[in-house]
């Protein structure tokens, strides 16, 4: 009896590894028939059992001869960010599979590829299955596709207007000055080093978030009741949120729920929801009650914002949750309950207008704080490129207070200018993800790609990897010159004889962008990729305009981020805040004390922030991560905010 149950847990694993094996076989016949290069991996990156271990026997592994081996670096999840373009440049091709038991996924860094599978989102939808964990409030517009997709997204396109990217503009502006105060303290000329800068613009991005997407208006600590800023847009439904109060039957704030809540996503995207109530440890405990506080938090402001509709009280200033309710057919009017058109405008159920209010607030506030917090660093990395961007501010708003700052006026004078540039290439090197999914689904038939002329076809269950991070330094579509340091290349493998590896945001001014910082600067206008909405472009037209696909942060298409503007304008009015009065520098405290660094002459000054540079660069490439978004990991960067003309670094790195 001992050996048939010894030989029963044996047949187990040799089962599933016979299984493996059969399927991978079939893979690869099927990625052969396809005639593209592939690399053959003995199991999936997104494997859990080996998404779990990999840090474990990482130490290990890279002990061994298979560290260098391709289909050994194809095995980390977050391949993208480490191999950037260099998986492309060592198989001399834009376009690849890699084949696992499970799947073969199809990656692509072609811009011309790219723009076929976006224009074709029929033949190639997103693999919706990737997306179940963004549904825990509800489908959503993210989550759906086919006619369920076109559903959502007539209903949640509207809140994407003019009118509330004025109200985004004017709370950016009212943040940003408290999250500036709050680095300068007591000081009025240069800050102490502060290693908080990524937590605080993400506290800047969901308080901009709260105020448009729910009405909460919320406060920095020991700020008070600070007036809004000038034009911000009321509504008597605006509520002052504070961290520090619990309210009726909550455990958790309105605050605290939220921030505990996009801190443990991880457990929420690897357990179910059922399982998770009844799982022993504490993160995911914590993780749980955050979903359901926050949960109690949303419902309420969702039935607050019903009832003020009922009672025509929410007209003017209307969040994005108002839109919600408004373009569910939610009315004050009872004549609208019964005519023609209330009966045919798409509705959505009060789980979606919920799910859709979430994946807005997880998607706005993670895109919008990382844009500002690695404008930062890469602007106090290159302090040329930081200069260049206070001269123009300085022709936009010349002597201008912020509180005279307008959207109408400012916002496309900034986005056609340096300030545009300076984001462009942010997200050019640093995309809000690595890759966007697309699939050929298992039940549909095989679609063909033109690739460099000549006919490829993807058969069904086929994934799909746009690799932003890889199009967006491919030298065969982006201008390239020689790199600034070659002897210090930013990517050991990546574009080592070019400079796409390097922030340059002065790639994306042209002659007549230069000359252009006015209120009168090129106004932006709406692509066909987004039909009816506010939702803008991924960069000006006055600025470099890529060929289609080779720039995708916001991804292309009838798929574009819908909340394209409202991040675009969120960063951008942060950024002005930040550098029209002030200079951002690198903390070097751990090389050079502050008396140290006032008796070095230009010489050692340029070495010293050269090598506070290159660490950056460093910690950048090994603590970058992806969970929704892509964000540096377990670390924090310090930097100085000084007032400008009190800067260290910026006449010795000229």
């Given at each position: 009896m001992i050996s048939l149950w010894l030989w029963a847990l044996l047949a187990l694993p040799l089962s599933y590894f016979l299984n493996n094996l059969w399927c991978l076989r079939r893979n690869i016949l099927a990625a052969k028939a396809t005639g593209l290069p592939y690399v053959v991996l003995p199991w999936s990156n997104l494997n859990f059992p080996w998404i779990v271990l990999r840090p474990i026997l990482q130490p290990y592994l890279?002990?061994?001869?298979?560290?260098?081996?391709?289909?050994?670096?194809?095995?980390?999840?977050?391949?993208?960010?480490?191999?950037?373009?260099?998986?492309?440049?060592?198989?001399?091709?834009?376009?690849?599979?890699?084949?696992?038991?499970?799947?073969?996924?199809?990656?692509?860094?072609?811009?011309a590829v790219i723009d076929q599978i976006t224009r074709r989102r029929h033949d190639f939808p997103k693999p919706t299955e990737?997306?179940?964990?963004?549904?825990?409030?509800?489908?959503?517009?993210?989550?759906?596709?086919?006619?369920?997709?076109?559903?959502?997204?007539?209903?949640?396109?509207?809140?994407?207007?003019?009118?509330?990217?004025?109200?985004?503009?004017?709370?950016?502006?009212?943040?940003?000055?408290?999250?500036?105060?709050?680095?300068?303290?007591?000081?009025?000329?240069?800050?102490?080093?502060?290693?908080?800068?990524?937590?605080?613009?993400?506290?800047?991005?969901?308080?901009?978030?709260?105020?448009?997407?729910?009405?909460?208006?919320?406060?920095?600590?020991?700020?008070?009741?600070?007036?809004?800023?000038?034009?911000?847009?009321?509504?008597?439904?605006?509520?002052?949120?504070?961290?520090?109060?619990?309210?009726?039957?909550?455990?958790?704030?309105?605050?605290?729920?939220?921030?505990?809540?996009?801190?443990?996503?991880?457990?929420?995207?690897?357990?179910?929801?059922?399982?998770?109530?009844?799982?022993?440890?504490?993160g995911i405990k914590r993780s749980y009650t955050s979903y359901i506080e926050w949960g109690k938090?949303?419902?309420?402001?969702?039935?607050?914002?019903?009832?003020?509709?009922?009672?025509?009280?929410a007209q003017e200033g209307m969040d994005l949750m108002g839109f919600l309710c408004k373009g569910a057919g939610m009315t004050s009017d009872p004549t609208e309950l019964d005519s023609e058109k209330s009966r045919t405008k798409p509705v959505l159920s009060d789980t979606e207008i919920m799910g859709n209010a979430f994946v807005f607030l997880l998607a706005g506030h993670e895109t919008a704080a990382n844009s500002i917090h690695f404008s930062c660093l890469f602007l106090a990395m290159h302090p040329p490129s930081q200069r260049r961007l206070q001269k123009s501010l300085d022709r936009i708003f010349a002597s201008r207070p912020i509180a005279e700052w307008e959207y109408e006026r400012d916002f496309n004078a900034l986005f056609s200018t340096m300030a545009g540039a300076v984001l462009a290439e942010e997200l050019r090197l640093i995309p809000p993800v690595?890759?966007?999914?697309?699939?050929?689904?298992?039940?549909?038939?095989?679609?063909?790609?033109?690739?460099?002329?000549?006919?490829?076809?993807?058969?069904?269950?086929?994934?799909?990897?746009?690799?932003?991070?890889?199009?967006?330094?491919?030298?065969?579509?982006?201008?390239?010159?020689?790199?600034?340091?070659?002897?210090?290349?930013?990517?050991?493998?990546?574009?080592?004889?070019?400079?796409?590896?390097?922030?340059?945001?002065?790639?994306?001014?042209?002659?007549?962008?230069?000359?252009?910082?006015?209120?009168?600067?090129?106004?932006?206008?709406?692509?066909?990729?987004?039909?009816?909405?506010?939702?803008?472009?991924?960069?000006?037209?006055?600025?470099?305009?890529?060929?289609?696909?080779?720039?995708?942060?916001?991804?292309?298409?009838?798929?574009?981020?819908?909340?394209?503007?409202?991040?675009?304008v969120e960063v951008l009015a942060a950024l002005a805040v930040i550098f029209k009065n002030y200079s951002v520098e690198l903390g070097v405290e751990r090389y050079a004390s502050d008396e140290e660094v006032e008796r070095m002459g230009s010489e050692e000054r340029r070495e010293l922030h050269g090598k506070a540079a290159r660490d950056v660069r460093e910690l950048m490439k090994a603590k970058m991560g992806m969970l929704f978004t892509m964000q540096m990991r377990g670390t924090n960067v310090g930097v100085r905010v000084v007032r400008r003309g009190r800067e260290r670094f910026a006449d010795a790195c000229q």
């Open positions: 890279d002990k061994l001869p298979i560290r260098d081996a391709l289909w050994f670096k194809l095995l980390s999840v977050d391949w993208p960010w480490q191999q950037q373009y260099a998986v492309f440049q060592r198989l001399h091709a834009d376009n690849f599979l890699y084949v696992s038991p499970s799947h073969n996924y199809f990656n692509t860094a072609d811009a990737v997306y179940g964990a963004l549904e825990i409030y509800g489908q959503n517009v993210v989550t759906t596709e086919g006619n369920l997709w076109k559903h959502h997204r007539k209903t949640v396109s509207p809140p994407f207007n003019e009118k509330n990217n004025r109200m985004v503009w004017h709370e950016s502006l009212r943040q940003a000055q408290s999250m500036v105060n709050g680095w300068m303290g007591d000081q009025t000329e240069t800050s102490a080093t502060i290693y908080r800068v990524a937590d605080d613009c993400m506290k800047l991005s969901l308080h901009v978030i709260s105020c448009a997407g729910f009405g909460v208006n919320l406060d920095w600590p020991a700020q008070g009741e600070e007036p809004l800023a000038n034009g911000h847009a009321s509504s008597s439904t605006r509520k002052e949120a504070k961290a520090s109060e619990v309210k009726g039957d909550h455990t958790l704030s309105y605050v605290d729920a939220l921030q505990s809540l996009l801190h443990n996503m991880l457990w929420i995207f690897i357990f179910p929801l059922s399982l998770m109530k009844w799982l022993p440890f504490s938090h949303l419902r309420e402001l969702f039935d607050n914002k019903k009832d003020d509709i009922a009672t025509g009280k690595p890759a966007i999914p697309k699939c050929v689904p298992p039940n549909a038939s095989s679609q063909t790609l033109v690739i460099d002329k000549q006919k490829y076809t993807l058969p069904p269950a086929t994934y799909i990897n746009l690799v932003s991070l890889a199009a967006h330094r491919n030298p065969k579509t982006w201008p390239a010159g020689p790199p600034s340091d070659p002897e210090n290349p930013v990517h050991p493998t990546s574009n080592t004889d070019n400079d796409l590896e390097e922030f340059k945001p002065e790639r994306w001014l042209r002659e007549s962008t230069q000359v252009s910082d006015s209120a009168s600067a090129e106004k932006d206008v709406y692509t066909e990729d987004a039909p009816n909405t506010a939702t803008g472009t991924n960069s000006s037209h006055a600025l470099h305009r890529p060929p289609r696909g080779a720039y995708i942060p916001f991804s292309e298409g009838y798929r574009a981020c819908l909340g394209r503007r409202f991040a675009q």
